[in-house]
């Protein structure tokens, strides 16, 4: 049996490891959020990350209602990845009522949603914070001390090697990256709403989907994506049965 430690250290890992040919931002990202709700407290997860003109948006989530959250944050300018982006720190609130005096709108957003928690830990290396990663719990509260310094340790090696892909590609070219990863993601939405509804799929059944094609079938996931768009891909291949 896999002790939560050895998960733990798999993560750290799989984090680092982005000194990889044809490096897939989007993939990263979600391995992060999909991590972080497996080994911290955690119901859901989402990422925010700035673009080339410092501007949020949102790159990855656990969940489908994680995502609509972070866009809700940014439509209305209020919620925990918000301030931890513009702080550089950590955010959270230690209850319902809290939140609600900081964050009234965002809060009776997320409870609509059924989550009763949000905190944020800044994706950040020394003065430069690149985004946020904000963990959403049902239970009320902030997460234990030890789960946050896990969560702040994971955004930390996500950070170092996003920078790192930075510094190995140049500044120009992963700016190039970063603004390919934010057409993707639009690309992504797109063919995951249209598999969803031919297939009367939840929207997060049809990303994973997705994702264990790309995966099964070495393929970067933008890829998939624009394949389901243009139609060239059948949907029938991606059933488990038919890989």
């Excluded at 497996?38 to 859901?44: F, M, N």
């Excluded at 673009?51 to 609509?68: I, W, Y």
């Excluded at 003065?127 to 930390?156: C, H, K, N, S």
Aim: proline share 3%; with cysteine.
């Amino acid at each position: 049996m896999v002790t939560r430690e050895q998960r733990i250290a798999a993560t750290f890992v799989d984090l680092a490891d982005t000194l990889v040919a044809d490096f897939d931002v989007i993939d990263f990202l979600h391995t992060l959020a999909a991590r972080s709700v497996e080994l911290l407290d955690a119901s859901a997860a989402a990422i925010m990350l700035a673009d080339s003109g410092g501007e949020l948006q949102v790159m990855a989530s656990s969940a489908e209602e994680a995502r609509l959250l972070e866009l809700y944050e940014l439509q209305n300018d209020e919620g925990p990845c918000l301030d931890c982006y513009r702080s550089g720190g950590p955010v959270g609130q230690p209850s319902v009522t809290a939140m609600r005096t900081v964050w009234p709108v965002f809060t009776a957003r997320l409870q609509e949603l059924g989550f009763n928690s949000a905190q944020a830990v800044p994706m950040r290396l020394r003065e430069e914070t690149i985004g946020a990663l904000t963990i959403f719990r049902v239970t009320p509260g902030l997460l234990r001390a030890a789960d946050l310094r896990i969560g702040q340790a994971m955004a930390d090696v996500a950070t170092i090697g996003l920078l790192q892909e930075r510094a190995i590609t140049a500044r120009e070219v992963l700016a190039v990256q970063l603004q390919g990863a934010l057409d993707s993601r639009v690309q992504l939405e797109q063919a995951k709403g249209m598999l969803a509804e031919r297939r009367g799929l939840q929207m997060d059944a049809a990303f994973q989907l997705m994702r264990g094609f790309a995966r099964g079938h070495n393929l970067r996931l933008r890829d998939v994506a624009a394949r389901v768009i243009d139609g060239t891909i059948d949907d029938n291949l991606f059933w488990p049965g038919n890989r």
